[in-house]
């Protein structure tokens, strides 16, 4: 396969980020843990320490609510108009664009993410998503209500409070903002973990909402780790609602936490492992690409990836052959490296995790295709991997690996492959590949997962709701549903007397 050769050069572009923000950000200031504890952030190119950031624990968790607390209950955000809080959005969006290179750098060097896929997919991505929710943020209403008697009644629609934001490491800014942007349109406050792995863009898009002009104490960042500071969030008496984007495994301690403490609201995005299925009357090359992209793109560290792919036997030798020769071009290394299709692993325990995966694949007597090794001696790089002659119990089939390693198999009909496609504990995404519209209708009506595409692929957009079926979660991140989640409906009745109407 085409690797980097060099990866050096690539870190040196890295050590020369510069890194501005490190501390917890509470109250609208830069302040050192309670503890005084700090922590290694980790360049995943070369493995070596960027830099040391503040180790929020409990206590600081508990400062920065009751900061939130303080900004939603007697500060200025909540009873702002929607028109006010939208000017300030567009404003932090403005910023975010203006500080394009500088977010690209840092998540570059921070989560192994290619620079070019940063800078003009992911940054301008979150600045639209605040210019989205800023547009939404005045069109906030309830209804008035038809009632039976003689009686007036209406509802409002008001910020559900102290939100608890827990965002993972793949795609750092973007879930940042996919995250505080409909909480702040709809006049929250809120505490947000950045993953330990991936903490330094939050810190730096928290200086940029400063500067925007969100009140001090409406957006607090502290960085620190899943059991504790994580765990702090999920249990807080004083936080009304936790959203989270992970693991499932992590998605149901949240929840219990949730119940456990002042059963606060809940929105999970949780692991998938989502099919793509081809139909005979695909054009190969295009359905290999798309199906290549699937599992790739980011490399394979995306809760959506097409890990499952499903091919009509009329077609599935020439899809395999020409899903490998694609595979083997592809090429590894440097994030810096304008023509690099594919980064480093976050850190060494997901590396570590892919590659076992890749054996457990191998001793289940899966076929290895292409790739299954590391594709540098040094960094977390894994080639593309490609397994053939797969069956659905095995783990490589049933399990989110969160890496570059596709399961290729074979279908007869239209039946087999919903059912072969719905054999899974998760739901969050499916691909379909035909010219049919018949079937292209049928199997996304009949696979159980929250966002279908037809002859495409990661098909985002703003207004389209993101979230998952059965163990991949509930909620819906992105568009109006989004908004909705962050609000509480209050109805409102007052007697009418001497109407001459109901």
């Known amino acids: 396969m085409a690797t980097n050769n060099n990866i050096g050069n690539g870190s040196s572009q890295a050590n020369k980020t510069d890194i501005k923000f490190t501390k917890l950000f509470i109250n609208g200031d830069f302040v050192d843990s309670l503890s005084g504890k700090t922590f290694e952030t980790i360049n995943p190119s070369t493995g070596e320490v960027i830099t040391r950031v503040a180790e929020g624990d409990k206590e600081d968790i508990d400062l920065a609510v009751n900061a939130a607390r303080h900004a939603f209950d007697h500060g200025p955000w909540p009873r702002m108009s929607g028109l006010e809080r939208g000017k300030i959005l567009t404003k932090f969006a403005d910023l975010v664009d203006q500080h394009a290179d500088e977010l690209a750098a840092i998540d570059a060097t921070n989560a192994g993410k290619l620079f070019t896929h940063i800078k003009f997919m992911d940054v301008p991505s979150s600045a639209n998503l605040l210019r989205y929710y800023a547009g939404a943020a005045d069109k906030i209403h309830g209804d008035v209500l038809k009632m039976s008697r003689p009686l007036h009644g209406y509802t409002l629609r008001e910020p559900i409070g102290v939100v608890g934001h827990i965002i993972p490491w793949n795609f750092p800014i973007n879930m940042f903002f996919m995250k505080v942007s409909p909480a702040l349109a709809a006049g929250c406050t809120m505490v947000l973990k950045p993953a330990e792995q991936t903490p330094l863009s939050a810190l730096f898009c928290a200086n940029l909402a400063k500067q925007a002009g969100i009140p001090d104490g409406v957006l607090n960042v502290v960085p620190g780790f899943g059991q504790t500071a994580g765990s702090a969030v999920s249990s807080h008496m004083d936080i009304d609602k936790v959203s989270f984007t992970g693991s499932t495994e992590i998605g149901r301690k949240v929840m219990q936490a949730a119940a456990n403490s002042n059963l606060k609201k809940v929105s999970l995005e949780l692991g998938g492992k989502s099919p793509v299925i081809i139909f005979d009357d695909a054009d190969v090359d295009k359905a290999a690409e798309l199906a290549l992209m699937g599992i790739l793109f980011n490399k394979g560290e995306i809760c959506v990836a097409g890990s499952r792919v499903y091919v009509q036997e009329g077609i599935y030798d020439k899809v395999a052959e020409k899903l490998v020769e694609k595979a083997k071009a592809w090429k590894v290394g440097d994030p810096f490296d304008l023509t690099s299709q594919q980064g480093p692993q976050v850190d060494k325990k997901q590396f570590d995790k892919i590659l076992s995966y890749i054996d457990i694949g191998i001793k289940e007597g899966a076929t290895l295709l292409t790739g299954g090794k590391p594709a540098s001696e040094t960094g977390y790089f894994i080639q593309p991997t490609i397994f053939a002659d797969v069956k659905e119990d ?96 209050k109805s409102v009745v007052t007697p009418l007397y001497n109407s001459p109407w109901l």
């Not at 985002?460 to 993101?466: E, I, Q, S, T």
């Not at 998952?468 to 909705?484: H, I, N, Q, V």
């Open 394 to 489: 095995m783990q490589i089939v049933k399990d989110e690996i969160f890496g570059p390693v596709l399961s290729l198999m074979r279908f007869k009909t239209v039946e087999e492959v919903i059912k072969k496609a719905n054999c899974s504990k998760y739901g969050l995404a499916a691909g379909i590949v035909t010219k049919n519209i018949d079937i292209a209708n049928t199997v996304s009506r009949s696979i159980r997962a929250g966002i279908i595409w037809i002859n495409c692929y990661f098909a985002f957009d703003l207004d389209v709701p993101y979230g998952g079926y059965k163990m991949s979660g509930f909620g819906r991140d992105m568009g109006m549903d989004a908004l909705d989640s962050y609000l509480q409906v």
